[in-house]
């Protein structure tokens, strides 16, 4: 299965923080955060992986003309303009080969085992998302799941504190889906598509895997533990092949 890593947004909430690098090259415990990402996707079996550039794509390209994680290729695919997360994805997706991918948001990382995202995907599904268990769902809306992993419906941010489900941000989704997308621009998973696939063909894998999203500065404050901890945990353990 090959994954599409969205790498491309502007970062405007962290910009003042690092005014001239892209969100996911921003250094954690030495390295850019995107090869934490790679680092993850070896650990489940996963070699081929599309870049998804456009905000200051040519720092990503620089850096990855070389191999930076062993046994995992990179190729860039860079956006003509700003397409938004479901736009990008549609345009990156030309470039899949495999009948399943998955897409990734460039800015956060929940390393979960995959097996449960697969296993959930039906024919009648095109998409299934991965839905973490977090202490407090204001800060990041809420994904509401029925019993049989359908996703019913989702909750805005700052509308319900405490517990709750997530977007993590890792989707796996019917290729020839997501190709034939709109070509609408912009066009964002979040509010132009799973909304309306509620209660009907979008499914979640839920996963009780810690969260990390460096979207805004306070968080980048614990990146740094975060993925010396979970990622090295990760890699000690077996890669399976999807």
């Not at 599409?4 to 954690?28: E, F, N, Y």
């Not at 019917?174 to 909304?195: G, N, V």
Request: aromatic share 6%; proline share 7%.
């Amino acid at each position: 299965m090959t994954a599409i890593i969205l790498a491309g947004g502007l970062g405007t909430r962290i910009r003042a923080v690092h005014p001239t690098i892209p969100k996911p090259m921003i250094p954690i415990a030495g390295r850019p955060f995107l090869e934490w990402q790679l680092e993850w996707l070896h650990t489940q079996g996963i070699a081929d992986v599309l870049l998804s550039i456009g905000y200051r794509a040519e720092a990503i390209v620089t850096h990855f003309q070389q191999p930076r994680v062993i046994g995992v290729t990179t190729r860039c695919v860079a956006e003509d303009q700003p397409r938004g997360t479901a736009g990008a994805a549609r345009v990156a997706a030309q470039q899949v080969a495999t009948s399943w991918c998955l897409v990734c948001n460039g800015d956060s990382l929940c390393p979960a085992d995959l097996a449960p995202l697969c296993a959930a995907a039906h024919e009648d599904a095109p998409a299934v998302l991965l839905a973490a268990r977090v202490d407090d769902a204001r800060d990041y809306g809420t994904v509401l799941v029925d019993a049989a992993g359908c996703v019913t419906g989702f909750l805005e941010k700052g509308a319900a504190g405490g517990p709750g489900l997530v977007n993590a941000g890792v989707y796996r989704l019917r290729t020839a889906w997501l190709r034939d997308l709109p070509a609408t621009i912009p066009l964002s998973f979040e509010r132009d598509i799973f909304p309306h696939m509620a209660h009907g063909c979008l499914r979640a894998a839920i996963t009780t895997t810690p969260f990390l999203d460096i979207g805004v500065p306070e968080r980048l404050a614990v990146a740094a533990e975060f993925v010396a901890g979970k990622v090295a945990r990760c890699k000690s353990t077996k890669v399976t092949k999807y």
